[in-house]
């Protein structure tokens, strides 16, 4: 109520999720979460949840296995915003999803109108910043736009006119 006084659109929520997690239940507890967040959007008046990919390396498990996992939780996700009217955002977050590469894959994995990325213009710290967001705007319902980003692991002013020339492309 104070947020429709003050003339203030709530676009979403945020939560702090981990799918990579080998215990089924630990995962489970981050889709239980994921849904618990995706209510408050919902009574907030946003269409959007934002979620992480997750931050475990769990030994013995290969990253097309932890892939497997996230995207079944993540798809169980969608279902469940899905009948809420609420948008599943993924946020590349510089954890398990390091690279444009990594989003493209989790994003084609998982393809459904109710899903898409929290393009974090400060995340991705491998390679070319600009060509990884080019690369995945597409795939934006929403952004992080920070003043800084990082190129070859020293942090730098973003370069505006070069964002928004992407953005309008």
Same mark, same amino acid.
């Given at each position: 109520?104070?947020? &429709?006084?003050?003339?203030?659109?709530?676009?979403?929520?945020?939560? =702090?999720?981990?799918? $990579?997690?080998?215990?089924?239940?630990? =995962?489970? /507890?981050?889709? *239980?979460?994921?849904?618990?967040?995706?209510?408050?959007? *919902?009574?907030?008046?946003?269409?959007?949840? =934002?979620? &992480?990919?997750? $931050?475990?390396?769990?030994?013995?498990?290969?990253?097309?296995?932890?892939?497997?996992?996230?995207?079944?939780?993540?798809? /169980?996700?969608?279902?469940?915003?899905?009948?809420?009217?609420?948008?599943?955002?993924? *946020?590349?977050?510089?954890? &398990?999803?390091? $690279?444009?590469?990594?989003?493209?894959?989790?994003?084609?994995?998982?393809?459904?109108?109710?899903?898409?990325?929290?393009?974090?213009?400060?995340?991705?710290? $491998?390679?070319?910043?600009?060509?990884?967001?080019?690369?995945?705007?597409?795939?934006?319902?929403?952004? *992080?736009?920070?003043?800084?980003?990082?190129?070859?692991?020293?942090?730098?002013?973003?370069?505006?006119?070069?964002?928004?020339?992407?953005?309008?492309?």
């Amino acid at each position: 109520r104070k947020a &429709f006084s003050l003339g203030l659109e709530i676009c979403g929520t945020g939560v =702090r999720n981990d799918f $990579t997690h080998a215990d089924p239940a630990k =995962r489970a /507890e981050s889709v *239980q979460l994921v849904k618990n967040w995706i209510n408050v959007s *919902q009574k907030l008046g946003g269409q959007t949840v =934002r979620i &992480f990919s997750g $931050t475990q390396k769990p030994e013995g498990h290969t990253r097309q296995e932890i892939l497997e996992w996230m995207i079944a939780d993540i798809r /169980e996700c969608i279902d469940y915003g899905t009948a809420r009217g609420i948008v599943v955002a993924l *946020q590349n977050h510089d954890d &398990f999803v390091k $690279t444009a590469e990594h989003t493209i894959e989790i994003m084609e994995a998982v393809k459904s109108p109710w899903y898409g990325l929290m393009l974090d213009i400060g995340s991705y710290r $491998t390679a070319d910043r600009y060509d990884e967001i080019a690369r995945t705007i597409k795939y934006a319902v929403t952004w *992080q736009i920070k003043e800084k980003v990082y190129i070859k692991g020293k942090e730098t002013d973003v370069d505006a006119e070069r964002l928004m020339r992407l953005i309008k492309e």
